[in-house]
């Protein structure tokens, strides 16, 4: 099934960040999470079926520290949780999109990831996921 499996937003502090959401959603349960190969500490706060991600970066050369000092803090990316996602980039770059990731990845929480460049997806980086089984 796909569906949207979460928004990234890249923050400064990820303690911060969080803090205005436990305010008024008390029964929420973050999960906190390094992502080392991202060079990232991520907070995960479910919501329903997918979830906000919250990415704040470890070290001042990794993406989302780049990210951050062109754009400041605000919505990275979105996640959409595909089935099979070899097929899904296969199927992409057969159309002509530009990938990021030809093959997928580790990502947070053991999923597999790949993102499409934001040029193929009218200014919005998109990432695929798909759970391990």
Known sequence: MNKLNH?????????KATDVYK???KDVEIEYEEV???KVKV?????GESSLEFLEPTQDDSPI?????KRGQGIHHMCIEVDDIEEALKSLEENGYRLIDKKPREGAMGMKVAFIHPKSTDGVLLELSQKVE
């Not at 907070?43 to 919501?47: E, G």
């Not at 520290?65 to 000092?69: E, I, N, P, R, T």
Request: no cysteine.
């Open 7 to 15: 928004i990234g937003i890249a923050v400064n502090d990820l303690k």
């Open 43 to 47: 907070a995960i706060l479910p919501l």
């Open 36 to 38: 080392a190969s991202q």
């Open 65 to 69: 520290a780049k990210f951050l000092q």
């Open 23 to 25: 305010t008024f959603l």
